[in-house]
DNA sequence: TTGGGG
């Protein structure tokens, strides 16, 4: 951490110690006065305060140099301008502070590529909103420069405003930034969850691509976000519904995804949907799928024993891009990621079951759901979410006539229904069956617990289970519309 | 002027 602390001793001695400033910029300065001063040559030099020495001069105009650690989106302000908030910090301060920019047309306004870049500040002003300091970039008066973070050498700025100077110092300022930088990536969090440890009635921060934005009819927006983990495992409630003929649902929007954007969903990692009851301004930025997003103190819940997000009053969205450091993180474990399993059971692949398609690799119900062909046979590892029917005196009547049983089974890409036909029905039940043994494997797969005396639990927890599937269609002129799910090759063990 | 973690 030496070097860490390095560039700012560095810095300390550019800088003028307070009795020698320039008046200009000491506290109680009038707000006309600016904090650049011409040097010797004629040539405007501009003195960076730290962040947190500039509070101390609320009102005077101050240069800053820092880091972006949060990018707002680009919205129409009440008056006639376009405005947009950044956060910044810096050594001095590592809460950072939130910079607002004002200008006649988007086109003027910063353009961060990515967190941690770096922003050079001219002649903003430090001002207090409801005991909270902010600082005002005004279009008459201040300048900003843009500059890649902490792996580039580049010291021209990518972009800058119209007004821009460059100072003397500001490339070895820079570099000072980028090594501080490399030691103080911002935006790692304490609240920062995965997708695997969310929690219900619990707020957090989710780092996570967003793969798709989908309006519902009634104003609603889900985000449907990713970040290669999977969702822990639900819980399903013990008492099943056997007058029920609807089957539980296979996801949470109201009508299914249209093919096409399935099929650019991810095949591992779990799929959460983010539902958000207003436009936060952030969101139509997210469907051009340029950035990744930090989405601050949301919350989750279970429906119908399925995640999902809800973005709070309290919520926030933030633009993150691949180069963010949370975000590499996130890249980095996917990139290398070589158990496609589900993470629930890397340790305790359940041996209720087994399966006679060896040939086959295993694959999820994600990458079936979206292969390229109709008919498609594969080996899974899946929990039994419900089935119907489920008792043993309708299971054993339909097995005997010639009808099928319907399972729903996830993983955690997704969820389909699974028909039992009645040939492979013997074969998966392991013969025909007493009413009693038919009972206790179905209680077996479905997680429910052999009777107790006492304490029964109210919740269920279904094993995983290997299981043969393929798919078909009913229809040759509708043959997406009509796929359907067939388990073969399974049979549930003693 | 706007904007200020809605």
Known sequence: MEEAAAPERERDRKRPRDGDMDPSTSAGAPPSTAAAVAGASGEAQYVYLPVADALKAPGARVCLFAAVSEIGAAVRSRGTDFTLTLRIVDQSRASGISVTFFADNTALLPCVRSSGDVISLHNVVITMHHGEFFVTYNKKFSSFALFEGKASTECRPYQCSLKYHGSKHDNEILTQMRMWLVYNPPGLKDLELQLRSIKSDSTFDLVCKVLDVHEASNGVRILYVWDGTDTPVTEFPMILDSKSVSPPPLHLEGAPLPREVLCTLPCVGSV???????????????????????????????????????????????????????????????????????????????????????????????????????????????????????????????????????????????????????????????????????????????????????????????????????????????????????????????
């Open 272 to 494: 959460l949907r983010v539902f958000a009851n207003r436009l936060f301004k952030e969101i139509p930025h997210l469907q051009k799928g340029i950035y990744w997003a930090r989405f601050c103190n949301i919350t989750c819940k279970q429906e119908f024993s399925m995640w999902k997000g809800i973005l709070l009053p309290s919520s926030r969205v933030r633009l993150l891009s691949n180069e963010d450091g949370s975000v590499v993180d996130r890249l980095n474990r996917i990139n290398t990621q070589i158990h496609r399993q589900p993470m629930a059971c890397l340790c305790s692949a359940s041996d209720i079951a087994d399966v006679e398609y060896e040939r086959a690799g295993y694959t999820t119900l994600m990458e079936s759901l979206t292969h390229g062909e109709v008919t498609h046979k594969f080996k899974t590892l899946v929990r039994v979410v419900a089935a119907h029917p489920h008792r043993a005196s309708d299971l054993c009547s339909l097995l005997a006539g010639n009808r099928c049983v319907r399972l729903t089974l996830e993983d955690p890409t997704a969820r389909v229904h699974a028909f039992i036909h009645k040939d492979d029905g013997a074969k998966f039940f392991g013969g025909f069956l007493t009413a009693e043994a038919l009972t206790r494997k179905m209680n077996r797969l479905l997680g429910i617990p052999e009777d107790t005396e006492e304490g029964a639990p109210l919740t269920r927890n279904p094993p995983w289970i290997w299981c043969c599937l393929k798919s078909y269609r009913l229809n040759k002129n509708d043959p997406w519309g009509t796929r359907r799910y067939r388990i073969f090759g399974t049979e549930i063990r003693d």
